[in-house]
């Protein structure tokens, strides 16, 4: 008969051979031979049955697993999404400050030129007036000196010539003959000054957005400081080194705007007196000038370096600032296919250059 494995080495231990049992166990030892056989069955079928769970609970978890880095990753892609909206929400609103800013600057330019320009008709009709009354009473003094030599014929005693000598005294003719020149010649001055005054205004607020063409920025720059003077003349004394440049293609009306941001910045940067620096000069490769404005002020700490052309951010008090000027003038230099890099060291100063490009590149389209 056939016997479990394991009943067959206990029987071979025990009595020698299978056959050499004794026969009245037989029965038995069949019995616990079919019963371990049946719990093998069941073990195999337990065991196989344990292996079928296990491997599909393996599968769920790797499919639980799957589905928990979806949600993760669904929520950092959500997370990347929001945080780039926001970004962006904040870049709109700057780029919208800063063109009303730009359309501010537009319309105090297109104001101050409009004005430039209705001063400058009277002044010029008051100029040429004052011109020619300094001819008149030039040929009026003449006509009295001509009196006088036919006066000086008659007698000392004359009855005429004691009246008119009357006359001069009272009315302090020679003070009059001395002084008139004089006031003319202020007034002149002054009218002189207005009309230099209104042509620096109209250079420097010169209604030409966008277009690009051949300019001295040493001629810009004095037009601009003639423009702050009254903002730094208190401050700093201006010191000018400048360079032998070409004329560069740019939009210089645009580029003072630069000028004056850095020049007032640079005087609000000194406390009491210092001196601001304005260096010029060309780039080794003969293909850029540089314009360097240093000051001797408080300076800039490192850590406001990375955010000093950032919109909005300022380091003058509350009220003082927008925080607009410098983001402006980086967003001006980057159209000009130029850069703006800064040097500064806290309670020594600070140092803006701007290098610019002497031609404009060419686009595909053929433009500047």
């Known amino acids: 008969m056939k016997l479990h494995p394991l009943i067959e080495r206990q029987l071979r231990n025990h009595f020698g051979s299978v056959e050499g049992a004794p026969e009245t166990l037989q029965a038995f030892i069949k019995v616990v031979s079919d019963a371990y ?30 589905e928990l880095n979806e949600h993760k990753e669904m929520e950092l892609a959500l997370q990347k999404e929001k945080t780039e909206q926001e970004a962006l929400i904040k870049k709109l ?6 063109l009303l800013q730009s359309e501010k600057l537009a319309s ?3 104001l101050a030129a409009g004005v430039a320009h209705e001063i400058n008709n009277p002044v010029g009709y008051v100029s040429a007036n004052v011109t020619s009354l300094e001819k008149y009473l030039n040929e009026i003094f003449l006509l009295l000196d001509a009196f006088d030599r036919h006066a000086n014929t008659l007698p000392a005693d004359h009855e005429v010539l004691q009246a008119i000598g009357r006359e001069k005294k009272a009315h302090d003719l020679e003070f009059l003959k001395e002084d008139i020149p004089s006031l003319l010649h202020e007034s002149k001055e002054g009218l002189s000054r207005v009309r230099k005054i209104v042509q620096e205004l109209r250079e420097f607020s010169r209604s030409d957005e966008g277009i690009f063409a051949l300019a001295d920025l040493h001629a810009g720059l004095e037009s601009t400081l003639k423009i702050v003077n009254n903002e730094i003349k208190y401050k700093a004394e201006i010191v000018r080194e400048y360079g032998e440049i070409p004329q560069i293609e740019c939009n210089l009306s645009q580029l003072n705007q630069v000028f004056m941001n850095l020049l007032v910045n640079a005087a609000h940067a000194i406390a009491d007196k210092g001196s601001i620096t304005i260096k ?7 293909a850029e000038v540089w314009i360097k404005i240093k000051d001797n002020g408080m300076g800039i700490a490192p850590e406001n370096f990375k955010r000093i052309f950032d919109p909005f951010f300022t380091t003058k008090p509350v009220g ?40 404009q590149p060419v686009t595909k389209e053929g433009n500047s």
């Open 37 to 66: 056989s049946d719990s093998d069955r069941d073990k195999k079928i337990v065991e196989h049955a344990l292996e079928e769970m296990s491997t599909e609970l393996t599968e769920r978890n790797r499919d639980l697993r799957k």
């Open 93 to 98: 609103a700057a780029a919208q400050e800063q």
């Open 108 to 110: 105090i330019g297109q």
């Open 280 to 286: 010029t000069g060309r780039s080794d490769n003969h």
């Open 320 to 359: 003082k600032g927008t925080g607009l000027g410098l983001s402006l003038s980086y967003g001006i230099i980057q159209s000009h296919h130029g850069r703006i890099d800064l040097e500064s060291t806290l309670g020594v100063g600070t140092a803006f250059t701007i290098t610019l490009p002497i031609k």
